[in-house]
């Protein structure tokens, strides 16, 4: 794949795939030709370094087309984003055998698929899921769930508990023993392929094994990954604002209660327009600044953590804020898109199921609380850095 730093191939993708996403998804299409597509034309290579075959390109330019990628089809962009976290992990690591060879499989044109959380237990962080020595030989062994786009994948980061901390085993989904079934029944994301993994004695080579050591780094994903669900919510606003200006466009009936008789100029009508289309745009404007200060310290030559602190207070209130944009805009658009619009065949629901999905991965009401924790007494709780307790990354 040829080193390049325009994307207009990437976005030829995203105008292609746009007209088909509501077809796709009420008659429950999995997007993979889409994204073998997207893939090919370099949007797994954004980020990776120019030096390991990839674009090199900072994290605003990657904000840019994620919210477009999820305004055209919001399940490549949430399908995306396991793979877009392995390779920002992978970036922020030093060099060495096995981060610089999956970098050049990412810039040639391989996609990574996430395999993380369990659904067992009370407890997000205990796993069942386990390496297991045998000889020289690192055998993995576990179910995993939420394991979004890995039915696609060429490779599979897998989370695993390791010296008494965390690291990701990196394996080919082809290999022996990886078993992903495609069992995800939310309401929303549905062409995502989020369901289970199960892992029956896969060797992982020691090189692949990714111990999560630095505080600063696993602080900087949180917000990151975090950064990757804003970015959909601004993409599904983004969609909600474009489709409700097509409809009110074409709408010939109007209300006996209305003060003109085509909705087109009924300025009711034209304020709901309005209303949506500024949620867009503000949803847009918090995911860009969050992406100016993650590469601000991504991208830096020194580790500020003062940096890291206020990357991780915008991702979350990023958050926050497009979570309640979301619901609001996917609410009020029925009140200038008329009653037709409710018919199943248009699929516009989907825009909430969708929004509302995203939103549940990481609640808001955590990073409400995040973001309040630290305005009054200038603290990160719950395993974020707090530069006077942890020290510098």
Known sequence: MAVTSNLDPIRAVIR???DGAARRDHERELPEQELRQLISAGAGAVRVPVEHG????????LAGLLIDLAAADSNLSQILRGHLGLVEQLRQRPAGAGRDRLLRAAAAGEFFGP???ERSGSDLRAMSTYLEEEGDSLLLHGEK???TGSLFADRLSVLVPYRGGFASAVVARSAPGVEIADDWDGFGQRLTASGTARFKGVPVE????????NAGLND???AFYQFVHSATQAGIIRRLADDLSALVRGRTRSYPLASVPSPRTD????EVVGQVHSHAFAARAAVLSVA??????ADADGRDPAALEEAVVRSASAQVLNTRLAGEASWIFFDAASASAVKSSLNLDRHWRNARTVSSHNPAIYKATLIGEYAVNGTLPGGFLNSRDKGTP
Do not use: I
């Not at 020691?206 to 050591?213: I, V």
């Not at 300025?267 to 034209?270: I, N, R, T």
């Not at 100016?292 to 310290?297: F, Q």
């Open 16 to 18: 292609g795939v746009y």
């Open 54 to 61: 990839g674009r090199g390109l900072s994290v605003g330019a």
């Open 115 to 117: 395999a993380g959380t």
């Open 145 to 147: 769930y939420y394991t």
């Open 206 to 213: 020691r090189d692949l094994l990714f111990p999560h050591e």
């Open 220 to 222: 900087y994903m949180d």
């Open 267 to 270: 300025p009711q009508v034209l």
């Open 292 to 297: 100016e200060s993650l590469g601000g310290w």
